[in-house]
């Protein structure tokens, strides 16, 4: 499996690759080519010569044709293909193609681009990335696990394909999720070589993709139940065998699977679940910010969380630690949270998922016979309203109206994906609450200008949150999360809020700043995770030095071959 291996200078702190291969084989290797860019010293020595033009180039010369080669192409979903084909060759080009102007290509890339290209999946296919486990393989998984191009795996993101982003359940293309989030997570700081995407098939209840002759998945409806936990504990198993100090990320699981997996493996192996953790930390990133502009203490917010679901809960979870941290009681803090689902707002009695249960308010409460959103904010004046339902406009004129008349400045945060799935636009929820809302939206807005004031719009997502967390949790090599490394994550992106400068200001950094926030937020969740004990790796260094020596960024490095 080990066809090169990077090794670094213990005084200079300068890194090589050596490697026995040469010739094609070596320009094949996405993660070893440099293209025009190998040196004339490494044609000799890597049988190059008379392979490539004559002109060496630079990594930045590269970088010009390859721009100039994308945007020659229209549709997003072209520049999508494009540029997953030279993540394929070059990875080094690519990234630094990508970090260069992460405006133009982060939404090509992630989201919102990437959701096209997981329905396209089965008609665009061109080469494989990562590993495919479909559970007819399940007696297969180890090896499976060991025909992986890299040896050492520090982080897996996961996914089954069940909810993906705001488009459900995609089958075999929702492989293109965990796939777009290594690429934020290397264009943060995590090195590539030790990252693998991996996709569980275990099937999918989209009658459309079953009818598909294309569908490249497995063709059968989803597997539940016991089947579905002991393939997925036989995976967890061979993780923590093979790679015991690595970081699993779950990705885009069904709600009920979601928490469950979460809650069974949290204290087993380091597990991350972006939808839950993730979303939960980077929100409530914002609402800190959002709650010190208002002036009104934590305690006191009471909340509306519309679309009780992995996301919605997992945000309600965060918000409710983090008000026990200002010395609530969990009682205390859970009477503050509103959660409405599609039957209304969850009350005792009702079917309820067991995540949902803790939020169900008392039967005896007077006023909830009707518990719409309208009522339900009527009858409690809510500070905060927070969508997560994928339920286009049910923050509409008269909801808003309400709630701004009761409240300063409402906190107002419709995060469902995409735009077209949004509870309300910026610029509607803007002009109903006379400009006073405080706004963050799961999907990109462009400024709002109203009575001549020019609004940023706070875009809430994970990847300000995510690449932090993962790469504080890999460089200590933590056993678990803890809440308190999340804790510590969201305060750490909800410093470098703009808005805690001038008021016009958006809530959180923008997300063509996630590289320079990862390591800030990874220095607090590796500082917590020692303060918790729960690292197994404690650095000698400064730990500021330490993040930045856990950092990669695409640059070319020395290529040296060694025998075999
Ligand atoms: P989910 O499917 O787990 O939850 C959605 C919930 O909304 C379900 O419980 C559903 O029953 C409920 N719902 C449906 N219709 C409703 C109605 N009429 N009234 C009230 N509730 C209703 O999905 P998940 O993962 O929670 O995602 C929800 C949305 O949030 C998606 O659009 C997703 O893209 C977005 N999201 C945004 C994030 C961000 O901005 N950072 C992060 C994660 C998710």
């Known amino acids: 499996m080990l066809k090169y291996i990077t090794r670094i200078d213990p005084k200079t ?73 030279l993540h394929d060759k070059n990875e080094v080009l690519f990234y630094k193609l990508l970090y260069e102007d992460l405006a133009e290509t982060l939404p090509l890339i992630y989201t919102p681009g990437v959701s096209n290209a997981v329905k396209e999946f089965s008609h665009e296919f061109r080469s494989p990335r ?38 459900g359940d995609q089958g075999i293309g929702g492989m293109d999720i965990p796939i777009a989030k290594l690429v934020v997570y290397s264009l943060c700081g995590i090195n590539p070589y030790n990252a693998l ?13 079953l009818n598909n002759p294309l569908y490249l998945g497995w063709r059968h409806p989803r597997i539940r139940g016991k089947e579905y936990d002991d393939f997925v504990h036989q ?31 949290r204290s087993d192996h380091c597990t991350f679940n972006d939808d839950m953790q993730g979303t939960g930390v980077v929100t409530l990133a914002a609402l800190l910010a959002a709650i010190q502009a208002t002036n009104t203490p934590i305690q006191s917010q009471r909340v509306v969380v519309f679309g009780a679901g992995t996301a919605g809960v997992g945000i309600a979870d965060q918000l409710h630690n983090a008000m026990q941290r200002q010395g609530m009681s969990s009682d205390a803090a859970f009477r503050q949270f509103w959660l409405i689902d599609k039957d209304g707002l969850l009350k005792e009695g009702m079917p ?68 077209e799935r949004s509870e309300a636009d910026a610029a509607d929820l803007l002009t109903w609450s006379d400009g006073k809302a405080l706004i963050a939206t799961g999907s990109p807005y462009d400024p709002v200008v109203l009575n001549g ?10 990847a300000l949150s995510f690449p932090g967390i993962g790469i504080g949790a890999i460089a200590t090599r933590a056993k678990e999360v803890t809440d308190n490394m999340l804790w510590a994550a969201a305060n750490a992106i909800s410093e470098k809020s703009p808005v805690r400068q001038d008021p016009t200001k958006a809530l959180l950094p923008a997300i063509t700043e996630i590289a320079q926030l990862a390591p800030h937020v990874a220095l607090a969740v590796a500082k917590q995770a020692i303060a918790d004990g729960v690292a197994r790796n404690t650095p000698k260094l400064d730990l500021d030095e330490f993040i930045q020596e856990n950092i990669w960024r695409p640059y070319y490095r020395p290529i040296k071959w060694v025998k075999q």
């Open 13 to 85: 702190r300068k890194e090589w690759i050596e490697t026995h291969l040469t010739g094609k084989q070596l320009m094949q290797m996405p993660l070893l080519n440099k293209g025009t860019a190998f040196t004339e010293e490494e044609r000799h020595e890597l049988k190059l010569l008379g392979k490539l033009p004559h002109r060496v180039e630079t990594l930045d010369e590269q970088v010009k044709r390859v721009k100039n080669q994308y945007r020659a192409y229209v549709s997003s979903l072209q520049k999508y293909i494009y540029l997953n084909n």
């Open 130 to 167: 990562g590993l495919y486990i479909a559970y007819p393989d399940r007696a297969n998984m180890d090896e499976i696990l060991d025909n992986r191009t890299h040896a050492e795996i520090d982080l897996m993101v996961v996914t089954d394909g069940e909810r993906i982003l705001g488009i």
């Open 197 to 209: 995407p991996i996709m569980l098939d275990v099937g999918t209840d989209n009658q459309e993709l």
């Open 235 to 265: 995976f967890v198993e061979l993780v923590k065998k093979k790679f015991p100090r690595s970081m699993l990320h779950w990705e885009d699981f069904g709600q009920q699977n979601a928490r469950k997996i979460l809650e069974t493996y």
């Open 352 to 419: 309820l998922a067991f995540f949902q249960k803790p939020y169900a308010r008392s039967k005896d409460e007077a006023w909830t016979d009707k518990t719409d959103l309208l009522a339900v904010v009527k009858a409690i004046k809510p500070t905060i309203l927070i969508g997560c339902s994928t339920v286009r406009n049910a923050f509409n004129e008269a909801v808003v109206r309400e709630m701004a008349s009761h409240v300063a400045q409402p906190i107002i945060f419709p995060l469902s994906n995409p735009n």
């Open 453 to 462: 004031k020019k609004y940023d719009i706070t875009q809430c997502n994970n």
